[in-house]
Structure formats: structure tokens, C-alpha cells
């Protein structure tokens, strides 16, 4: 059964960072790629970075571009978000997903497997 499992999230004051990172089990996500989306309080789920499979192309939002980084790690756990500048509106559950295509890395509905998320609060 596949799992992942976010964490790393909590509360940070605006300007600071967290390092997000996505334990995963019942699958080879060491060759699969990876992303990380959010939600927060009353929206939608939103993209917020992507990797490709081989780790040579990644992907972000316009909203994170330059504060986020997204890397890839083991298979235990194949990929981390780097937040740096956190600002409040960065406020979200973030959730890392897997999509096996390798294709369409920044939308959602792409990615098949989604990890349980873990809350990031920055306070202003």
C-alpha cells in the first residue's frame, strides 16, 4: 500500500524558514516524480513545486519562485521543500504527491499518489 507522509511543518515567523520533507513506503518513488501542492483555509489546492523523475528539471509556482527549493532525495524519502522568506500567506497545509507519468508536473490532477499533509502557520 503506497503511503506518504509530509513533515517538517509548524509555525514560523515571516522571514523565516522550515524544511518540508515526504516519507513514503509501499513504492519506488526513488525514480518517480514528486511535487508539493498547499492548501489553505477556504481554497483550493494549489501547485506549489515539482521535480522530474531524475531530479534535472524542476518546476514552482510563481508565488514561492526564488524562496522555495524542491530536491530529491532517497527512496524512504524522495523529495524535500526548502522554505526560505516565508511570508504569511505561505499559511497552508502542504501535502508531497507522486506522479508516475513523469508528465504534467504542475497540474495536480496529474499526480496519483497524495501523502498526508502537515500544517506550515507563519505569523507576521
Known amino acids: 500500500q503506497v503511503q506518504l507522509v509530509a513533515s517538517g511543518g509548524g509555525l514560523v515567523q515571516a522571514g523565516g524558514s522550515a524544511r518540508l520533507s515526504c516519507a513514503a513506503s509501499?513504492?519506488?518513488?526513488?525514480?518517480?516524480?514528486m511535487g508539493w501542492f498547499r492548501q489553505a483555509p477556504g481554497k483550493e489546492r494549489e501547485f506549489v513545486a515539482a521535480?522530474?523523475?531524475?531530479?534535472?528539471?524542476?518546476f514552482y509556482a510563481d508565488s514561492v519562485k526564488g524562496r522555495f527549493t524542491i530536491s530529491r532525495g532517497n527512496a524512504k524519502n524522495p523529495v524535500y521543500l526548502q522554505m526560505d522568506s516565508l511570508k504569511p500567506e505561505d499559511t497552508a497545509v502542504y501535502y508531497c504527491?507522486?506522479?508516475?507519468?513523469?508528465?504534467?508536473?504542475?497540474?495536480?490532477?496529474?499526480?496519483?499518489?497524495w501523502g498526508q499533509g502537515t500544517q506550515v502557520t507563519v505569523s507576521s
Open positions: 509501499g513504492g519506488t518513488f526513488s525514480t518517480t516524480a
Open positions: 521535480i522530474s523523475r531524475g531530479g534535472s528539471a524542476t
Open positions: 504527491a507522486a506522479n508516475p507519468s513523469n508528465t504534467r508536473l504542475t497540474n495536480t490532477a496529474a499526480f496519483a499518489y
